[in-house]
């Protein structure tokens, strides 16, 4: 009902109303649920995806909903502006086209306004060089006392680019994602992460030509990325077997689709979800993943 109702409103204006929501300050959540996630301990197996909340001024809001973790990001090393509106179009049935560019006030700053957030945190850190993603990932374990871990965005629409060349230099004292999307060259990455010890995100948007949107393209997320995510999920598991960590994220918004993701994946995350149905979706997800998984135990 509520997903219906949004989808009648321009997903401009509720991006907007988003942004005015998430900065009421709130009570944080008292969370009980323990899990880990490879090498790093969360709140629970369902957390917020990158983009939400790009630039740190919603993460103390956002941990009110009760997610497992939130990424906050992406961030770039230095300010950057991002593109010209129409940033987003929707796409029926609850999917999104965007095309953001990337916009954030810089990683120094990002931190600087997360450091006393006391709840699991992940850094989505995007770049143009591999020199640019690398002193990120010195920044972050300097000045990010309160990080859990690092996802590196490997696949934003943005780019333009291929990253393969840049992708076997990164290496941190702290947990490393790679988030790979569903364009990259998988089977190059899923040999990255297994030879690296970093753990993968599957997966980013789908980049589409699309000219509702300023720049003319964007990529799809929401419902019409599930099926993709899904296969995409399987071929990483069936190839990686248990040891490397894997987060999925593309589409999923209900229990049941958390309850089939979750045999193959160690931890989900959700955006275009929370867009449609509020951030409350988060919480219920996480909730539910916590008790298929003592039902399984
Ligand atoms: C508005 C918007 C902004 C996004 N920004 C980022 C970003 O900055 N970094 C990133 O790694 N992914 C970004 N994403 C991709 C999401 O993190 C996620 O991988 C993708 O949307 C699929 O998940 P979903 O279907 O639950 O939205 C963005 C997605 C949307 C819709």
């Not at 306004?113 to 010195?138: C, H, K, M, N, W």
Request: glycine fraction near 10%; aromatic fraction near 6%.
């Amino acid at each position: 009902m509520l997903a219906r109702l949004v989808e009648l409103i321009p997903s401009e204006i509720t991006r907007r109303l988003g942004k005015a929501l998430f900065s009421i300050p709130l009570p944080p959540c008292r969370a009980e649920a323990r899990w880990r996630v490879g090498p790093v301990e969360t709140n629970g197996p369902v957390g917020i995806a990158a983009g939400l909340d790009k630039e740190g001024l919603y993460t103390r809001a956002l941990s009110a909903f009760c997610p497992g973790f939130i990424v906050v990001g992406s961030t770039t090393a230095r300010r950057r502006e991002g593109n010209k509106p129409p940033l987003t179009a929707r796409l029926k049935p609850r999917s999104l086209v965007n095309a953001m560019g990337l916009p954030n006030p810089g990683l120094p700053v990002v931190l600087a306004r997360v450091s006393e957030v006391d709840y699991p945190i992940f850094v989505s850190i995007a770049g143009f060089t591999a020199g640019e993603l690398l002193a990120q990932i010195r920044y972050v374990e300097r000045h990010g006392h309160n990080v859990r871990a690092i996802e590196v965005n490997l696949s934003s629409p943005t780019y333009k680019g291929a990253w393969d060349r840049a992708a076997p230099l990164l290496n941190s004292k702290k947990p490393l994602f790679i988030k790979v999307g569903p364009t990259s060259d998988l089977r190059a990455y899923l040999d990255l992460a297994r030879k690296g010890g970093h753990g993968l995100v599957l997966t980013n948007t789908l980049p589409v030509d699309d000219r509702r949107i300023g720049v003319g393209r964007g990529g799809i997320s929401g419902l019409w990325l599930y099926p993709l995510m899904m296969k995409m999920l399987e071929k990483a598991r069936s190839y990686l077997g248990r040891d490397t960590p894997i987060i999925a994220v593309g589409g999923i918004m209900s229990c049941r689709q958390v309850k089939a993701v979750m045999r193959l994946a160690d931890a989900v995350e959700v955006l275009t979800g929370v867009l449609y149905y509020g951030p409350g979706l988060v919480g219920r997800l996480n909730a539910c993943a916590v008790q298929i998984a003592e039902d399984g135990r």
